[in-house]
């Protein structure tokens, strides 16, 4: 019977050992990745807009967002731009090429 004890006393510690050393690793390697592409824009090759829709700024400019829009590619200067389309289509006629 003392035996058995001992036994669960073993399995307990060698459980929280376990968690102890898994714990600091897996904090380790997840943690939000730095992102260095905040100002990465999108070519105009790939867009089928000539102009930021919402603001008017030509897509030559730098587009920093698009979106999928009817079969075309959208390309924005900002994020808010994008929000700001999206929210109001009609009141923003897209230029295509
Ligand atoms: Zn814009």
């Known amino acids: 019977m003392k035996q058995l004890f001992i036994a669960g006393l073993l399995a ?5 050992c376990h968690t102890q050393d898994s714990a600091p690793a897996a904090a380790a ?12 824009t999108y070519p105009v090759s790939m867009l089928d807009n000539t102009k930021d829709p919402f603001c008017g700024m030509p ?8 979106i999928h829009w009817n079969g075309k ?16 289509p009609k009141g923003h006629p897209v230029t295509f090429k």
């Open 12 to 16: 307990l510690g060698l459980a929280a």
């Open 73 to 88: 590619v959208i390309g924005f200067c900002s994020k808010e731009c994008k929000e700001g389309f999206l929210k109001d």
């Open 29 to 40: 390697s997840v943690g939000p990745a730095p992102t260095q592409d905040t100002t990465k």
């Open 59 to 66: 897509a030559s400019a730098g587009m920093e967002d698009t």
